[in-house]
């Protein structure tokens, strides 16, 4: 069992930046891969990034590359979101989220753990 909280988030100004902690409580967290996803108003819930459990392979949307950059400190069971060039579309709730089975880092459905959940707003 993994509990996940996000924290980090807040309001920016385009062009900002801001970084998301997703702390995770429970053993083995280094065994899991972990991933971020955000969901605006309206939308379905999307990838964003996401990191392998030894941290070697990274995979990012599209929409992102290039502007966020993810990592993780197996140490301190936390995973990081680094969003710079913020632009309003970056507008969601960003949530964290652990897996252990094999397969895509990008599908959500494997992912078993999810946090609650942490509000960014990007402003024009």
């Known amino acids: 069992q993994v509990q996940l909280v996000e924290s980090g988030g807040g309001l920016v100004q385009a062009g900002g930046a801001l970084r998301l902690s997703c702390v995770a409580s429970?053993?083995?967290?280094?065994?899991?891969?972990m991933g971020w996803f955000r969901q605006a108003p309206g939308k379905e819930r999307e990838f964003v990034t996401a990191i392998s459990w030894n941290g070697y392979t990274r995979d990012y949307a599209d929409s992102v590359e290039g502007r966020f950059t993810i990592s993780r400190d197996n140490a301190k069971n936390t995973v990081y979101l680094q969003m710079n060039s913020l632009i309003p579309e970056d507008t969601a709730v960003y949530y964290c989220a652990a897996k252990s089975r094999a397969g895509s880092l990008s599908l959500r459905t494997l992912y078993n753990y999810w946090g609650p959940g942490t509000q960014v707003t990007v402003s024009s």
């Open positions: 429970g053993r083995a967290f280094s065994t899991y891969h």
